[in-house]
């Protein structure tokens, strides 16, 4: 496997508070990333920097073999990033249809007509579930479809890297196995995916790999059950005295 993403020393600061600390990691063709950590720990502020909605302090971040450190979210996008948010925002107005062929529009994809746009994303829409509420307002989604709203929106954009951030937060069981069953379609396309998650059951199940943020800076990185098992990990979770 070669490698799609590399994070090198990556840091990012917010005044005195160091939200990201000389984080590095890679990330392989086809392979699925898990990143934990408590709240607060830099997550969304990494996918934020790999994404380009935010800039890095220092450090650099490399796309297929090539820096993108300074290039704008959009050109990123185009070169086949696509991420979803943990703030669900869908436009407002516009039909569930419409919301991922605007993800078709202006991704990797580039796709200029607007009827091929909707083509692409109705074909979305069946992937992720929610091909019946094609023609509703998206506005008016409950929060896991929203959920997989978000997740059409990104893979409307043809992405080679998918970042997945808590999207299956505040769903069922049943619910997240469904997400976790199209994950696993996704990665088979050949698709790299970093996904942030709380669900540790669901993170364990679907990861290749994880990756520990605390306070900031990397703690651990590994198979899933070594992660899982290292006092390092268990105390950033639990508290020392618990663990």
Do not use: W
Request: proline share 3%; with cysteine.
């Amino acid at each position: 496997m070669s490698a799609v993403l590399q994070v090198s020393h990556v840091t990012r600061r917010f005044a005195g508070l160091m939200a990201v600390n000389d984080v590095s990691f890679s990330l392989e063709q086809g392979e699925i990333l898990g990143v934990i950590g408590p709240n607060g720990a830099g997550k969304t502020t990494l996918v934020s920097l790999i994404s380009g909605t935010l800039a890095p302090s220092s450090g650099d971040i490399a796309f297929e073999g090539s820096s993108i450190t300074n290039l704008p979210a959009f050109r990123r996008a185009r070169l086949g990033i696509g991420r979803t948010f943990q703030i669900m925002r869908p436009f407002p107005g516009l039909t569930v249809l419409d919301n991922v062929a605007v993800g078709a529009l202006f991704g990797h994809g580039d796709e200029a007509n607007l009827a091929l746009a909707r083509d692409q994303a109705r074909e979305q829409l069946e992937f992720v579930g929610l091909g019946r509420f094609a023609d509703q307002r998206a506005d008016e989604l409950g929060g896991p479809g929203r959920k997989r709203l978000e997740l059409a929106k990104a893979l409307a954009m043809q992405p080679k890297l998918l970042l997945c951030d808590e999207v299956m937060a505040g769903l069922n069981l049943v619910e997240i196995d469904e997400v976790i069953a199209v994950l696993h379609k996704v990665r088979a396309q050949g698709i790299s995916i970093l996904v942030i998650e709380h669900v540790i059951k669901a993170i364990r199940s679907l990861s290749d790999r994880l990756l520990v943020l605390h306070h900031g800076e990397k703690i651990a990185d590994g198979d899933p059950e070594t992660v899982l098992s290292d006092t390092r990990v268990v105390e950033a979770y639990l508290g020392r005295r618990r663990a």
